[in-house]
């Protein structure tokens, strides 16, 4: 089973949600509220799409290269974790 199936429901919500903060920029901007407003609106969704980005990276390193917890060399799942690590740092 792969790993975005396992974990659809969870997922979908996540982009239902970023529709949601999609739609209020459209909102936003058919109201034409300021600039600076439309502009926070858009970090929020840039935000939630980075979040989803790292969350579906972080699970398909698990799932398809190395899961560091289950991983017997120590090396590969320390680089693994590394890994991990530096897309959530990337992607904040």
Sequence with gaps: MSHTIKHKSKLVGRVRRIKGQLDAVERALESEIGCADVLMLVASV?????GLTAELL?????HHVV???REKDPERAQGAADLIDVVRTYLK
């Design 58 to 62: 972080e699970d398909h390193i698990r």
């Design 46 to 50: 840039r935000g939630a799409i980075n």
């Design 67 to 69: 899961d560091p917890a």
